[in-house]
């Protein structure tokens, strides 16, 4: 697919901006902003949403201190899909971070921040899959997938430790989460002592580096794993609203085999009066493009999580 088929949108904030602005920041052009918007004049309207035409990627290779025509369109492009970048045709250390992550996310190719055409390969793929970087990231309905990506620079504002058993005694970076879903998830493990049920925390917050690594060593043992792991920035666990649980009756595993777990079934029925889905379930692989995975707590709040599960939905297709 050409990537001018992919028509991005932007919130214009500033009351009084002009096209020649937005042209000079995207490398596109009036006319074509014009058309594509059924504008009539060059000045526009605070919070207005435009459409961004996106012209096709460059070819060639490019790397720290090319400048240029094509360096400028690359970058362009990078910020209508969300990454912070200066549209200046200057191949700097900048530019070259947001190529590292993107590579990050294609395994085997070599990260080094250098674009070349295995890079643009994998950036097409991302374009003709509508992939963009989510513009709130504290939202608490955050969506995050395979499409909807996190910043590689973006750690939660509010993490805390959770007090709760994990599986694991020493301090590590996953036992914490935002604390809103903290104070509820130690709320909801109190609760399941309550009534005899044992449960273990076994990962929550990821960093975007964690979550590279982790990508890249499941790729490398099993090429078949990137239906199942979650590229860096596409995962719940750097939200800080997410995470993984299982049991002693599962043997402390991730598996499909706790859903079937006292523990597994009383979670899924009552997880949701405490803020927390389900996040991957049976049959719903295609929409939230990852696999069914009962152990994977995602904090919404308690309203939203109980709408989603009485309803039967995902996160994708409760915000839709």
């Known amino acids: 697919m050409n990537s001018n088929s992919q028509v991005p949108s932007v919130n214009i904030s500033q009351q009084g901006d002009s096209l020649d602005e937005i042209v000079s920041k995207f490398a596109t052009s009036v006319d074509g902003l014009k058309t594509i918007n059924n504008l009539t004049n060059d000045i526009l309207d605070l919070d207005q949403l435009l459409q961004i035409p996106i012209p096709t990627l460059p070819d060639g290779a490019y790397s720290k201190s090319n400048t240029g025509p094509a360096v400028k369109t690359l970058q362009s492009i990078l910020v209508s899909y969300g990454f912070n970048l200066s549209v200046d045709g200057i ?3 900048k530019t070259a971070g947001v190529i590292i992550q993107l590579q990050q996310k294609f395994p085997p190719i070599k990260v080094d921040g250098i674009y070349g055409p295995q890079t643009k390969a994998s950036l097409q793929t991302l374009i003709d899959t509508h ?3 989510v513009a709130h990231p504290t939202d608490k309905l955050v969506l995050v997938n395979r499409v909807n990506g996190l910043p590689a620079e973006y750690v939660p504002p509010d993490l805390v430790v959770v007090t709760v058993p994990f599986t694991f005694q020493e301090y590590d970076p996953k036992k914490q989460m935002r604390k809103e879903a903290a104070l509820a998830l130690e709320q909801l493990f109190s609760t399941a002592k309550q009534n005899n049920l044992s449960l273990m925390a076994v990962s929550g917050y990821r960093s975007y580096e964690r979550q590279a690594q982790i990508y ?3 790729i490398q043992i099993s090429p078949t794993k990137a239906q199942f792991s979650a590229p860096p920035g596409s995962s719940e666990h750097q939200t800080g609203l997410a995470i993984d649980v299982s ?3 599962n043997n402390y595993q991730l598996s499909q085999s706790f859903a079937a777990t006292p523990e597994g079934q009383w979670l899924a029925q009552t997880a949701p009066a405490f803020g927390y889905i389900i996040r991957y379930q049976v049959g ?8 069914a995975e009962p152990w994977h707590l995602r904090y919404v709040g308690i309203g939203v999580a109980q709408i989603i599960t009485q309803q039967g939905l995902t996160l994708e ?3 839709q």
């Open 216 to 218: 890249a060593r499941n």
């Open 91 to 93: 191949y700097g250390s």
């Open 317 to 319: 297709e409760y915000l």
């Open 247 to 249: 049991s002693a009756s």
């Open 131 to 133: 992939f963009h970087l």
């Open 284 to 291: 719903k692989e295609t929409i939230t493009g990852y696999q």
